[in-house]
T-cell receptor, first 117, second 112 residues
């Protein structure tokens, strides 16, 4: 069964800490995405990557950075965590659009619920 | 900004068909409509997608109007396990890939 795995289900961090959220996919997908989800706001795109070492800003990149050193792994980094970054973080992956027959679009992980205190 | 609008919530009786509407009046000719759902505390799950024609799979049917400005997701026999937030999404294709712009979705409650 294809999978997107997020390393932690729940995290509690202190304000000012550097936080790493890890995401691994086993589908050989080129595209990977990080979203955050907040009540009433739906899912908002933070960053995405279309290839190893490539990254693009999404709608709300401020306060975040990403790393994609290997195809299967996409990391989200909070350089200095703040309380307004308390949220559910969702990772997703998909194949390249040119190969996308539209069968399933994105595959999502189960999410990491981060609390910054 | 989300390119779709959906009602914030709907109720449906168990065993009946659930019809979830979506407006996407600014959709472009080559943009697909996707539907996902999210059950509490889980990641979104793919349901179905379409471009112009109506589509059906083991989970649902998707009816797209001829002008493509709106669509309806149909769950033919809703069960309690179908209670979830349903997202109607227009896939935006750009140079290096694609992006799904999620709106708040419709919270479907299936009632016994």
């Amino acid at each position: 069964d294809v999978k997107v795995t997020q390393s932690s289900r729940y995290l509690v961090k202190r304000t000012g800490e550097k936080v790493f959220l890890e995401c691994v996919q086993d589908m050989d997908h080129e595209n990977m995405f990080w979203y955050r989800q907040d009540p009433g706001l739906g899912l908002r795109l933070i960053y995405f990557s279309y290839d190893v070492k490539m990254k693009e800003k999404g709608d709300i990149p401020e306060g975040y950075s990403v790393s994609r050193e290997k195809k299967e792994r996409f990391s989200l980094i909070l350089e200095s965590a703040s309380t307004n970054q308390t949220s559910m973080y969702l990772c997703a992956s998909s194949i390249l659009i040119i190969r996308d027959r539209g069968d399933y679009g994105y595959t999502f992980g189960s999410g990491t619920r981060l609390t910054v205190v | 900004d989300a390119k779709t609008t959906q009602p914030p919530s709907m109720d449906c009786a168990e065993g009946r068909a659930a019809n979830l509407p979506c407006n996407h009046s600014t959709i472009s000719g080559n943009e697909y409509v996707y539907w996902y759902r999210q059950i509490h505390s889980q990641g979104p799950q793919y349901i179905i997608h379409g471009l112009k024609n109506n589509e059906t799979n083991e989970m649902a049917s998707l009816i797209i109007t001829e002008d493509r400005k709106s669509s309806t997701l149909i769950l033919p026999h809703a069960t309690l396990r179908d209670t979830a937030v349903y997202y109607c999404i227009v896939r935006v294709v750009f140079r290096y890939g694609q992006n799904f712009v999620f709106g708040p979705g419709t919270r479907l409650s299936v009632l016994p």
